[in-house]
């Protein structure tokens, strides 16, 4: 079974979560349905990142893009605030990513069109 490599973005309350959800992910399934481990974690202020990243074990960035336009990330996990969702999910589709996001998808009907 493939590794798949997780790019989040944010890491707040709901990203915390999100996360937890990622590390139990093998224990609630057996055989667990896909194998996957946070790589990189993007958060407005370099302080924060870093926290998330020391958190985590992994890499840091403050630029969302360095997630949504990475080869070498498969899976895109926005846990941003919702009014943040709409650029990084524009990003991730773009570059062909697989995409989990938190709901909702995006904060209004523009943004809504602009994914379609």
């Not at 899976?75 to 991730?92: D, G, K, R």
């Not at 996001?101 to 904060?107: M, N, Q, S, T, Y």
């Amino acid at each position: 079974m493939n590794e798949y490599r997780v790019g989040m973005i944010g890491f707040g309350m709901i990203g915390k979560v999100h996360a937890y959800g990622w590390a139990v992910l093998p224990f609630i399934s057996d055989p667990a349905p896909l194998r996957a481990r946070i790589v990189r974690v993007a958060t407005g202020r370099p302080e924060t990142a870093r926290r998330a990243a020391e958190q985590l074990g992994c890499e840091w960035t403050t630029d969302y893009r360095q997630i949504t336009e990475a080869p070498d990330i498969d899976i895109v996990h926005i846990c941003t605030p919702n009014h943040l969702h709409c650029e990084a999910l524009l990003s991730a589709i773009r570059h062909g990513k697989h995409i989990y996001c938190d709901k909702p998808l995006v904060a209004n009907w523009a943004e809504a069109e602009q994914i379609l």
